[in-house]
């Protein structure tokens, strides 16, 4: 299948960014030197490779499942669409959100399954799928999200000791009975294209697990002005901290500006997917540094106080405002892009790939 191929080389003169590698398998087995490597990672670019996962099939079946959907008419799609008010779960048109400061079009469409609606299904927690979807939920995408969810844990309770926590801390913000944030997605950027995909962004919830087969993920690396590629390799993921997660560990953890571009070189002639796993907080969970929990986090928050840390929005509203406002419907003007900020916000006006997505 076009864009799923995996024979198409990635270019070797566009800058690229080398991540660190970390091995699951040797992270569960509590290696001090993966978990070192992947704190360093965590700490610094906030983005990671992860092999030896053990989520091959469940993410090449996550891979075909959005193929198929996306696949779909577009008046059959357009029946799932996530709407203007800031919903995360559903299908995403192309075109309707925004990539920059300008309002530039963005080229991409996908599809967001709920946590909660796999896990609860066939009954509904939050809404329903196409009838693609609902075909393959016991047999890929239960288990895309059940396996993606341990592997993220797993990363979390090495985050959550390392960061000087209780145990149990990250976990309680995360479980227990009442919805969350937490979603599949699969992205489609179609051939040939010259803007943005997605625009320069942090990503809103905890942990992302990311799957990639042709480039166009670009990281703008920190102190750097040049947005650079992260080359797909193949059976790595790639996992970034999101903003909850920077802000719970008062900014010790970062979370990383990103975009999608076009894939770099002769991989633009083909269709891009894209499958990830978004982990996010329960909806009610105020996002605040952990400091009253961790004297190192205490210590981070009065070394570098941020007024993001302090928003006092739950994880919910965080989501919701970030998404309503990239919506270009909901677009007053550069100001509204400028409300749609994470993390990232301090460097709102300074950051060269926040104010254009060509930079
Ligand atoms: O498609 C990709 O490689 C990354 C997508 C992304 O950053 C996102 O969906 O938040
Ligand atoms: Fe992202």
Redesign the pocket.
Known sequence: MPGLTKSLSFPTDVPTHSLLVVDYQLLKAGNADEVAKLWHAATHTGFWYLFNHGVEWEVNAMFDLGAETLALPLSEKMMYEQGDNGDSFGYKARGTIATDLNGTRDT?E?LNIAQDDALSWPRPTHRTYPSTVNARMDGVVVPFIQKSMAVNNTLLDIFEQLLGLPKGAIAALHDGGETCGSEA?V?K?PPNQSSA??GA?T?FGTL?F?H?RLG??QVLPPGSQEWQY?KPLPGHA?CNVGDALAIFSGGILRSNL???MPPPGQQSRFE?Y?V?F?TRPKDTVVLRPLAEESTSIADAVTANPKAEFYSGATAGEWTARRIRKLRLRNRKGPETWVEAKGTEHQNVFAGPGVVTASA
Do not use: Y
Request: glycine share 8%; net charge positive.
């Open positions: 991409v996908f997605r992205v950027t995909g997605i962004h990503d992302t990311l990639n166009g993920l992260v790639i990103h975009r999608v891009r894209s990830a978004f």
